[in-house]
């Protein structure tokens, strides 16, 4: 059993940052892949971007391309999604999941374990 458990999340202005992180249990974090995705209401939820088990790996959804960056440090079991340039449309609660084949990449329903989630407002 993996825990996942999201912070950083919180009200910023359009243009503004945050940095979520995702804490995990378990020894061992750092074979898995571990993905962040959101929702919006009203909208499913979408693939936000993903890294690999070392962190050399690294894909991103073209929303979000060039303003976020994930990372990890798998000597705290965490994974990071620093979020810049904040839009309007990147409010939405967002999800850390891991992956702990390193088969699922872009593939939300290959996800093993997911998060509660944080939300992420962002105002005019």
């Known amino acids: 059993q993996v825990q996942l458990v999201e912070s950083g999340g919180g009200l910023v202005q359009a243009g503004g940052s945050l940095r979520l992180s995702c804490a995990a249990s378990?020894?061992?974090?750092?074979?898995?892949?571990m993905g962040w995705f959101r929702q919006a209401p009203g909208k499913e939820r979408e693939f936000v971007a993903t890294i690999s088990s070392s962190g050399r790996r690294t894909y991103y959804a073209d929303s979000v391309k060039g303003r976020f960056t994930i990372s990890r440090d798998n000597a705290k079991n965490t994974v990071y999604l620093q979020m810049n340039s904040l839009k309007l449309d990147d409010t939405a609660v967002y999800y850390c999941?891991?992956?702990?084949?390193?088969?699922?990449?872009?593939?939300?329903?290959?996800?093993?374990?997911w998060g509660q989630g944080t939300q992420v407002t962002v105002s005019s």
């Open positions: 999941a891991a992956d702990l084949y390193g088969t699922a990449w872009l593939a939300i329903g290959e996800y093993d374990y």
């Open positions: 378990g020894r061992a974090f750092s074979n898995y892949y």
